[in-house]
């Protein structure tokens, strides 16, 4: 309990200096930067210098914890995952883990079943693109270097959402139920009409281009096939449309005659064939939107409060994980400014 309670994002010590990596983040450094090879072998004397003479930093686990660490690692009757969000920590049955995401790759309309891993195929598509681009002059060896694919397989895994409820409408699995060529086809037709473009980049809207899950392309791309969607929906609906409609990425806030939940409900749901929502509605006055909550008065005024849900731990990052002092600082002050504010 006390090692997981440190939360998922700690960071134990090493117990040997990472020579490797350093060497292997060093050469890249040296090579993405276009350092000249003098100053280069500067820089490799001083990192090697520095490595000679470096020690382990203390450990930040005591044995009793380590011990537990190492348990934990090699139970296989237990899986250890984040929650969807707050930042809590749960324990899943590892069987009744591996049945969840097994229904959920039993989806055949949003997942398929590959003979072969396309990662190397796709990453020598991508550099082929970045090549052309940058021997056209669109992009320089500087953006080639940022673009430039990693050859890391991308890993399915599920976070427990925990037994809180969510009231508001929420798109189902939002990023792997976006069409991929409607929604290429929808970020293209904004891009052509968009008179400042030529301004921004010199890339040309109908190269064709894709966006793994993960990437930060991702959102950008769902909320544009998004925003035709909710289009659509409130344009063609034939009964009293919502008053207000609040949408944040698959998140969306209304507020809507009662009488017209249901049939409204209906309706956006069959606008397209592949975003679906889902509804729960206020209970006792109040809505839990994101992060806030909404309570409504016996005037009918609408309150705004912060909202934790249950899994929530108002944990950042502790001080004796081994992270970068910078990154523990960056919390602190994240922290303090937040209780200023509560607290005046």
Not at 69 to 92: H, Q
Not at 295 to 324: A, W
Request: hydrophobic share 35%.
């Amino acid at each position: 309990m006390e090692v997981l309670a440190k939360g998922l994002n700690f960071a134990v010590t090493p117990d040997h200096i990472p020579v490797i990596d350093m060497i292997t983040a060093t050469e890249s450094a040296i090579r993405n930067n276009n350092i000249p090879e003098e100053e280069a072998e500067q820089l490799r004397a001083q990192v090697s210098m520095s490595l000679l003479k470096a020690k382990p930093p203390p450990p930040n686990l005591s044995e009793q914890e380590k011990r537990a660490l190492t348990s934990l690692s090699k139970d296989i009757n237990v899986t250890i995952l984040p929650a969807d969000k707050g930042r809590c920590t749960v324990v899943l049955n590892a069987d009744d883990y591996h049945s969840r995401v097994t229904a959920l790759l039993s989806d055949y309309n949003t997942y398929e079943i590959l003979n072969r891993d396309p990662t190397s195929k796709y990453k020598k598509q991508v550099i082929k693109c970045l090549q052309l681009l940058e021997k056209q002059g669109v992009i320089d060896r500087k953006l080639y270097y940022r673009l430039y694919p990693g050859d890391t397989t991308p890993c399915l895994y599920g976070l427990p959402k925990g037994d809180e409820t969510m009231v508001s409408y929420d798109v189902i699995s939002l990023f792997t139920c976006v069409p991929t060529v409607l929604a290429v086809e929808t970020v293209r037709s904004r891009l052509s009409h968009d008179p400042m473009l030529r301004q921004r980049t010199q890339l040309n809207p109908d190269q064709k281009h894709g966006c793994a899950m993960g990437s930060p392309v991702s959102p950008i791309v769902a909320n544009l096939y998004m925003e035709e969607v909710e289009k659509k929906a409130l344009e063609t609906y034939s009964g009293t449309l919502p008053t207000h409609w609040f949408r944040y990425v698959d998140d969306t806030w209304v507020k809507i005659k009662i009488n017209e939940i249901g049939p409204f409900t209906d309706h956006i749901n069959s606008v397209d064939d592949y975003i679906k929502f889902t509804k729960e509605e206020m209970r006792e006055k109040q809505l839990p939107f994101l992060d806030c909550g909404m309570y409504l008065e016996n005037e009918g005024d609408l309150q705004v409060e912060v909202y934790r849900k249950p899994t929530h731990t108002d944990q950042y990052l502790m001080f004796d994980s081994h992270h970068p002092l910078e990154h523990k600082l960056g919390s602190y002050f994240l922290c303090t400014k937040q209780l200023m504010k509560v607290f005046g």
